[in-house]
């Protein structure tokens, strides 16, 4: 059993950053898949990223390709989202997930344990 919190998130003007981090417990993330998902106002919640057991191969949305980037420190047993130049559509509340997976994992319905989000708001 993994449990799963996130932190991090906040109040930011467009353009600005902001690096949330999800901190695990209860068994090593080392052997797990992580993902960031993202639920917007009223909208369902969507993929962002995820990386892959090691930590060596990443995924991305192509809506934050190249602004944001997910890395983890095992030894610290936990994962960082970084988010560079954020957007107003960015505002979401931010979901950490994990998965005992040596692949990418992309859909939501493939992850097995989630944190109970943490909330960014970018202002225009």
């Known amino acids: 059993q993994v449990q799963l919190v996130e932190s991090g998130g906040g109040l930011v003007q467009a353009g600005g950053s902001l690096r949330l981090s999800c901190a695990a417990s209860?068994?090593?993330?080392?052997?797990?898949?992580m993902g960031w998902f993202r639920q917007g106002p009223g909208k369902e919640r969507e993929f962002v990223g995820t990386i892959s057991r090691g930590g060596g191969v990443t995924y991305y949305a192509d809506s934050v390709k190249g602004r944001f980037t997910i890395s983890r420190d095992n030894a610290k047993n936990t994962v960082y989202l970084q988010m560079n130049t954020l957007k107003p559509e960015d505002t979401a509340v931010y979901f950490c997930?994990?998965?005992?997976?040596?692949?990418?994992?992309?859909?939501?319905?493939?992850?097995?344990?989630w944190g109970p989000g943490t909330q960014v708001t970018v202002s225009s």
């Open positions: 997930a994990a998965k005992d997976e040596t692949r990418l994992v992309i859909t939501e319905e493939h992850y097995d344990y």
């Open positions: 209860g068994h090593p993330i080392r052997t797990y898949a």
